[in-house]
Protein backbone atom coordinates (compact mmCIF):
# COMPACT_ATOMS: atom_id res chain seq x y z
CA UNK A 1 0.00 0.00 0.00
CA UNK A 2 2.47 2.20 0.95
CA UNK A 3 4.72 1.57 -2.25
CA UNK A 4 1.35 2.48 -4.18
CA UNK A 5 1.41 6.09 -2.49
CA UNK A 6 4.99 6.65 -3.28
CA UNK A 7 4.47 5.78 -7.06
CA UNK A 8 1.30 8.07 -7.30
CA UNK A 9 3.46 11.05 -5.77
CA UNK A 10 6.32 10.46 -7.98
CA UNK A 11 4.15 10.63 -10.52
CA UNK A 12 2.31 13.59 -9.59
CA UNK A 13 5.85 15.37 -9.24
CA UNK A 14 6.60 14.21 -12.31
CA UNK A 15 3.50 15.53 -13.99
CA UNK A 16 3.72 18.84 -12.00
CA UNK A 17 7.56 19.30 -13.29
CA UNK A 18 6.75 18.72 -17.01
CA UNK A 19 3.46 21.16 -16.99
CA UNK A 20 5.62 23.75 -15.11
CA UNK A 21 8.62 23.57 -17.79
CA UNK A 22 6.19 23.81 -20.64
CA UNK A 23 4.55 26.64 -18.96
CA UNK A 24 7.86 28.65 -18.42
CA UNK A 25 8.87 27.33 -22.09
CA UNK A 26 6.22 29.58 -23.21
CA UNK A 27 6.88 32.11 -21.24
CA UNK A 28 9.83 33.02 -23.40
CA UNK A 29 10.48 34.13 -26.63
CA UNK A 30 12.23 31.67 -29.16
CA UNK A 31 15.83 31.71 -28.83
CA UNK A 32 16.17 29.99 -32.59
CA UNK A 33 17.49 33.23 -33.77
CA UNK A 34 19.57 34.59 -30.97
CA UNK A 35 22.72 34.30 -32.89
CA UNK A 36 22.05 36.98 -35.65
CA UNK A 37 24.99 39.04 -35.72
CA UNK A 38 23.62 42.51 -34.29
CA UNK A 39 26.95 44.63 -35.29
CA UNK A 40 26.49 43.43 -38.95
CA UNK A 41 23.12 44.61 -38.81
CA UNK A 42 24.06 47.53 -37.38
CA UNK A 43 26.94 48.30 -39.80
CA UNK A 44 25.17 47.66 -42.63
CA UNK A 45 22.58 50.45 -43.83
CA UNK A 46 20.92 47.69 -46.08
CA UNK A 47 20.51 45.38 -43.68
CA UNK A 48 19.26 48.10 -40.95
CA UNK A 49 16.83 49.31 -43.54
CA UNK A 50 15.37 46.30 -44.25
CA UNK A 51 14.65 45.32 -40.53
CA UNK A 52 13.34 48.87 -40.23
CA UNK A 53 11.14 48.48 -43.48
CA UNK A 54 9.55 45.25 -42.06
CA UNK A 55 9.13 46.63 -38.40
CA UNK A 56 6.84 49.72 -40.21
CA UNK A 57 5.31 47.11 -42.60
CA UNK A 58 7.19 49.22 -45.49
CA UNK A 59 8.65 45.75 -46.91
CA UNK A 60 8.36 42.04 -46.49
CA UNK A 61 9.87 40.12 -43.21
CA UNK A 62 13.13 37.86 -43.40
CA UNK A 63 11.98 35.31 -40.45
CA UNK A 64 14.14 36.36 -37.89
CA UNK A 65 12.43 40.06 -38.32
CA UNK A 66 9.03 38.49 -38.53
CA UNK A 67 9.53 37.01 -35.15
CA UNK A 68 10.73 40.60 -33.91
CA UNK A 69 8.00 42.11 -35.05
CA UNK A 70 5.37 39.75 -33.68
CA UNK A 71 7.41 39.35 -30.38
CA UNK A 72 7.90 43.67 -30.04
CA UNK A 73 4.53 45.25 -28.59
CA UNK A 74 4.78 42.43 -25.82
CA UNK A 75 8.33 42.64 -25.39
CA UNK A 76 7.89 46.73 -24.74
CA UNK A 77 4.80 46.57 -22.82
CA UNK A 78 6.28 44.44 -20.34
CA UNK A 79 10.11 45.14 -20.63
CA UNK A 80 11.33 42.38 -22.25
CA UNK A 81 10.46 40.25 -19.37
CA UNK A 82 10.45 37.28 -21.88
CA UNK A 83 13.35 38.18 -23.33
CA UNK A 84 16.77 36.09 -22.95
CA UNK A 85 19.63 38.43 -21.94
CA UNK A 86 21.00 37.77 -25.60
CA UNK A 87 17.59 39.57 -26.77
CA UNK A 88 17.81 42.20 -24.05
CA UNK A 89 21.44 42.70 -25.15
CA UNK A 90 20.58 42.82 -28.80
CA UNK A 91 17.75 45.40 -28.10
CA UNK A 92 19.34 47.48 -26.10
CA UNK A 93 22.33 47.68 -28.92
CA UNK A 94 19.72 48.34 -31.75
CA UNK A 95 18.10 50.68 -29.91
CA UNK A 96 20.34 52.58 -28.70
CA UNK A 97 21.93 52.93 -32.32
CA UNK A 98 19.23 54.05 -33.58
CA UNK A 99 18.16 56.62 -30.96
CA UNK A 100 21.80 57.87 -31.51
CA UNK A 101 22.16 57.84 -35.22
CA UNK A 102 19.04 57.18 -36.88
CA UNK A 103 16.66 59.45 -34.87
CA UNK A 104 13.76 59.94 -37.92
CA UNK A 105 13.93 55.92 -37.90
CA UNK A 106 13.70 55.93 -34.30
CA UNK A 107 10.85 58.38 -34.09
CA UNK A 108 8.31 56.09 -36.62
CA UNK A 109 9.29 53.03 -34.83
CA UNK A 110 8.33 55.03 -31.61
CA UNK A 111 5.02 56.20 -32.98
CA UNK A 112 4.43 52.71 -33.92
CA UNK A 113 5.36 50.28 -30.82
CA UNK A 114 5.95 53.08 -28.47
CA UNK A 115 3.85 56.05 -28.66
CA UNK A 116 4.52 57.48 -25.11
CA UNK A 117 8.34 57.57 -25.55
CA UNK A 118 8.84 55.17 -22.10
CA UNK A 119 11.36 53.09 -23.91
CA UNK A 120 13.54 56.58 -25.02
CA UNK A 121 13.18 58.30 -22.45
CA UNK A 122 14.62 54.89 -19.93
CA UNK A 123 17.39 55.11 -22.25
CA UNK A 124 18.40 58.35 -22.23
CA UNK A 125 18.04 58.84 -18.79
CA UNK A 126 20.40 56.11 -18.24
CA UNK A 127 22.72 57.62 -20.65
CA UNK A 128 22.61 60.87 -18.88
CA UNK A 129 23.87 58.79 -15.42
CA UNK A 130 26.40 56.85 -17.07
CA UNK A 131 27.71 60.39 -18.25
CA UNK A 132 27.41 61.79 -14.90
CA UNK A 133 29.84 58.97 -13.55
CA UNK A 134 32.12 59.54 -15.80
CA UNK A 135 32.50 63.22 -14.95
Known amino acids: MEYKKELKLVALITVCALSSTSVHAEEEYTTKFDNVDVDAIINNERLLNGYVGCLLERNPCTPDA ?18 SETQKNAADKISHHLIDNKPDDWKLLEDKYDPTGAY ?9 REGDRLD
Open 66 to 83: AELKKNLPDALEHDCAKC
Open 120 to 128: RRRYLENKS
